[in-house]
């Protein structure tokens, strides 16, 4: 009969090969977490609640820092939310309720309260969130900015009126 021993030699090369193999796991898992998104609800990237549509006054532009968006109340009633990313190099644009207007700071480009471009050189529009509102509670998905040639009214969105 044979006796199957295990070397120290053996055992050392075994331990060192498992530990290798755990670390090397453990930094691919790190590495995966690093570049896998991170979408938070409520935050930029996800869906954002806005609050309640009644509470936000027609002709209002109010900004959502976190979600990188101003949502417009249009004149007549309805929402708009615009991303605040200008069109021409990314700079972001704020609000200028002095004159009414958006104004990139970086290239001085313009754009009307519904995004349409007055002063280039600003290519097109504002970018703009799909809006959708239930219950009466404005809702903006700011997963994905959508590009527009051009404003349109079908890009308003209103909220129902109650019977």
């Known amino acids: 009969m044979t006796e199957n021993t295990l070397s120290r030699r ?5 331990a060192w090969g498992a530990a290798g193999a755990l670390a090397l796991v453990e930094t691919g898992g790190v590495v995966l977490s690093f570049f896998s998104p991170r979408v938070v609800e ?3 990237g996800g ?13 209002s532009v109010t900004p959502f820092t976190q979600g990188r968006f101003y949502l417009v109340r249009m004149p007549d009633g309805g929402f708009l939310a615009l991303y605040r990313k200008c069109t021409h190099l990314g700079c972001v644009v704020p609000w200028n309720p002095a004159e009414g207007r ?6 001085a480009s313009a ?3 519904d995004g349409q ?23 903006v998905d700011t997963g994905t900015p959508i590009q527009r040639d051009r404003t349109s009214p079908d890009d308003l969105v209103y909220a129902e009126v109650a019977p």
């Open 10 to 14: 053996d055992f050392l090369n075994i």
């Open 42 to 44: 409520g935050e930029f």
């Open 47 to 59: 869906v954002i609640d806005a609050g309640a549509a009644d509470t936000f006054a027609v002709g």
């Open 102 to 107: 958006f104004v990139c700071p970086c290239h």
């Open 111 to 113: 754009f009307e309260i």
């Open 117 to 139: 471009v007055i002063n280039p050189p600003a290519p097109r529009p504002l970018d703009r969130f799909a809006v959708t509102i239930v219950d009466g509670i404005v809702r």
